[in-house]
């Protein structure tokens, strides 16, 4: 039985820039395969560094590795933006609980994304695109602060053109001389455009709290019920193993009994991030 505490080993295979200080790293474990379900994280270990928790962004149907966007904002995150091709990394897991796709089958999906939090839905993007037939309408509406930091661009527009789902994009604000045709505003404003059934449809939801808040509340006020209401507390996470208590909210821990949880599960614990 692998012990919870040890890291396995992992190669950067690729590295690639996804965005304005935003950075996508496929690892390959050195020894078996990572299976995880769309939602989970892993923790990864930059030797000498540290170790930090990060959803997992790649395919769910590919085990031989995992694609993980990384955003530098620290100590460990510019570590690992000074790893190269061939290096090793430490992981652990995956935790947590993810998305209820199959739970969703069926019924109509709209996806509300926001800065960073495009990493967290973008494996459950993809499986539902790979298994599109098994939804009714799919709606995804992302939003960045300017269109440099945008994650996933040609993977959106992609999916825009290819009429798989139906994508609007938007920024906060377009800079002088920067070409842009899709909307200006903050992503709770394409609410109006959603043509999903608000009733029966499912949302999945994950960016900032301050965004996630005003996203629910329009939700809640289109006639999404709470129930139907599912989003990411990724940025909460901390050890992984439910022992620190960095990620406690009330009776709950995100890397335990989430970072996934339906808004009615939250509505009543007594941190009132929502």
């Not at 080993?9 to 590295?15: F, H, L, P, R």
Request: glycine share 12%; charged share 25%; with cysteine.
């Amino acid at each position: 039985m692998r012990n919870p505490y040890v890291p396995i080993k992992a190669k950067v295979e690729k590295v690639w820039d996804e965005a304005r200080d935003i950075r996508t790293f496929r690892l390959r474990p050195l020894d078996g395969e990572i299976r995880f379900e769309p939602g989970q994280f892993v923790e990864v270990s930059v030797f000498g560094a540290g170790e930090i928790p990060i959803s997992i962004a790649s395919d769910p149907e590919v085990s031989e590795y995992i694609e993980l966007s990384v955003r530098r904002v620290g100590r460990v995150t510019s570590a690992m933006f000074r790893l190269k091709e061939g290096d090793l990394v430490g992981i652990r897991g995956p935790y947590g609980n993810g998305w209820p796709l199959k739970e969703s089958r069926g019924r109509d999906i709209l996806i509300v994304g926001g800065g960073c939090g495009a990493g967290a839905l973008r494996s459950a993007i993809l499986w539902i695109t790979k298994h599109r037939e098994d939804y009714g309408k799919v709606e995804i509406l992302y939003g960045a602060r300017t269109p440099a930091d945008l994650m996933y661009r040609r993977e959106f527009e992609g999916l825009r053109e290819g009429g798989t789902c139906r994508v609007l994009l938007t920024v906060d604000y377009v800079p002088e001389g920067v070409e842009w045709r899709y909307d200006v505003g903050v992503v709770t404003k394409l609410f109006k455009k959603v043509t999903v059934n608000p009733r029966e449809a499912v949302a999945f939801i994950c960016g900032p709290e301050i965004m996630m808040k005003f996203a629910v509340r329009g939700l809640v006020s289109m006639g999404f019920k709470i129930g139907n209401i599912y989003l990411s507390m990724e940025r909460r996470m901390k050890c992984g193993l439910g022992l620190c208590g960095h990620c406690q909210i009330g009776n709950k821990y995100v890397c335990q009994d989430g970072p996934v949880f339906c808004y009615e599960e939250i509505i009543p614990l007594p941190d009132k991030i929502l």
